[in-house]
Nanobody, 130 residues
Framework: EVQLVESGGGLVQAGGSLRLSCAAS????????IGWFRQAPGKEREGVSC????????YYADSVKGRFTISSDNAKNTVYLQMNSLKPEDTAVYSC???????????????????????WGQGTQVTISS
């Protein structure tokens, strides 16, 4: 059974940090790119960051560049999202998703559309207080 399980969300003050984890199972981790997405109330889901498990290449949305860092521990089949200098506008449900590496290469991590992601986690709530 394919599973993506997010953890690490919570409530922090603006300027604080959180580290989210995405634990994957049921598929060959090295053959997929893992992306982080977020959805705030009343807004569309947006891509935040993505990492290729095969070559470690990364992508960041402009809104988080310089504040968030994505990393992968292939031995643990886990992707992390370190979030620093958090802002109230970062408040959202954060989800991870997996896209086949070949598809990710074809589109490029920046252009990879959400419909190309095969597997999705349930999400973890991140709330930033001002």
């Amino acid at each position: 059974e394919v599973q993506l399980v997010e953890s690490g969300g919570g409530l922090v003050q603006a300027g604080g940090s959180l580290r989210l984890s995405c634990a994957a199972s049921g598929f060959t981790f090295d053959d997929y790119a893992i992306g982080w997405f977020r959805q705030a109330p009343g807004k569309e889901r947006e891509g935040v960051s993505c990492i290729s498990s095969s070559d470690g290449s990364t992508y960041y949305a402009d809104s988080v560049k310089g504040r968030f860092t994505i990393s992968s521990d292939n031995a643990k089949n886990t992707v992390y999202l370190q979030m620093n200098s958090l802002k109230p506008e970062d408040t959202a449900v954060y989800s991870c998703a997996a896209a086949a590496a070949g598809v990710a290469t074809m589109w490029g991590l920046r252009g990879l559309p959400q419909y190309e992601y095969d597997y999705w986690g349930q999400g973890t709530q991140v709330t930033i207080s001002s």
